[in-house]
């Protein structure tokens, strides 16, 4: 079922390829009307780090079946809270983007595309020898602590050997990604095609 919103002041512009980016590479500092998308995008990418640290920890010729048993229950965590990160951006598409009448129905909602986003991102990372950032605490604008991540750093067990072809096809990926994200969202702003909102 469709909804055609024609009121003058309801919908939002979606965020761009490049603040999307951004945001998964540092927090969210800036007041904007799309921040709840931002902030879950960001925490994605954690999400996505940590699953791969644990699924790593896993396959670790060292792990006992306690350890295993520890990163699947682990891994279960991450993905619940991923999901709960994709409905956050998708109940924020429901409420504040246009859905048109006769648009095409895009095949994923906003919050699928920006998870797969998020994981290509940390394997483009992980591809150059990037380890996850250390956490940093700061204070917001609002007083809650915040997690400030980055400037990543390369790892010690791998070092950074210039771009190999891994890390081509990594970035390659992520481009393409991008650049389908930044078609979707011309497109969702030209009434040419909606996003689902289930």
């Known amino acids: ?25 540092e927090p969210v500092i800036a007041v904007r009307r799309d921040r709840d998308v931002l902030e879950s995008a960001h925490e994605l990418v954690q999400c996505h780090e940590r699953r791969h640290g644990a699924l790593e920890a896993a396959h670790a010729a060292e792990a006992t079946p306690d350890r295993v048993a520890e990163c699947s229950r682990l891994v279960e965590e991450i993905d619940a809270r991923r999901v709960e990160l994709i409905s956050r951006i998708d109940d924020w598409v429901a409420v504040n983007i246009p859905h048109r009448t006769g648009a095409s129905l895009h095949t994923e909602t906003l919050g699928a595309v920006i998870d797969r986003m998020a994981a290509k991102w940390v394997a483009a990372q992980q591809a150059l020898g990037v380890r996850e950032p ?24 791998r070092p950074h050997r210039g771009v190999d072809a891994e890390a081509h096809l990594q970035w390659s990926r992520l ?16 009434h040419r095609r909606r996003l689902p909102v289930w």
């Not at 079922?1 to 590479?25: C, H, I, K, N």
């Not at 481009?175 to 030209?190: C, N, P, R, S, W």
């Open 1 to 25: 079922m469709t909804t055609d919103y024609t009121e003058a002041d309801f919908g939002v512009e979606l965020p761009s390829p490049s603040t999307l980016l951004r945001a998964f590479r």
């Open 134 to 157: 250390a956490a940093r605490h700061s204070k917001s604008t609002d007083g809650r602590a915040r997690r400030r991540t980055g400037p990543y750093r390369i790892s010690e067990d």
């Open 175 to 190: 481009a393409e990604l991008a650049d389908g994200y930044k078609d979707l969202i011309t497109e969702v702003a030209q």
